[in-house]
């Protein structure tokens, strides 16, 4: 078994700033890439952030200079820093990690629950 759990969501005002973290705990025995995605209602889940397990990080335009993602592999923990967020940042947030489990030859997906944010004009 190997889980997901976001924390960290919320409601702020426009301009503020949030930090979410994801944990993945379980039979894990390697992460490969992290990252986060979001889903505003009536849209496409997107693509926020993603991490390496080396650091190559890549961001989506709409976000770039005001999110700051990062990792603690010790801890198996992502991280989301969001500054200056926009009512637009407004979305159900969800962690992702590709995780070998133990024992196990194949790398699999896994997605946390998600965490709602909301930025208030």
């Known amino acids: 078994q190997v889980q997901l759990v976001e924390s960290g969501g919320g409601l702020v005002q426009a301009g503020g700033s949030l930090r979410l973290s994801c944990a993945a705990s379980?039979?894990?025995?390697?992460?490969?890439?992290m990252g986060w995605y979001r889903q505003a209602p009536g849209r496409q889940r997107e693509l926020v952030a993603r991490?390496?397990?080396?650091?190559?990080?890549n961001y989506a335009d709409s976000v770039k200079e005001r999110f700051t993602i990062s990792r603690d592999n010790a801890k198996n923990t992502v991280y989301l820093q969001m500054n200056s967020l926009k009512p637009d940042d407004t979305a159900l947030y969800y962690c992702?990690?590709?995780?070998?489990?133990?024992?196990?030859?194949?790398?699999?997906?896994?997605w946390g629950q998600g965490t709602q944010v909301t930025v208030s004009s």
């Open positions: 992702n990690a590709d995780i070998q489990r133990i024992g196990q030859q194949i790398v699999n997906r896994y």
């Open positions: 379980g039979s894990i025995g390697s992460i490969n890439a």
């Open positions: 991490i390496t397990s080396v650091g190559s990080i």
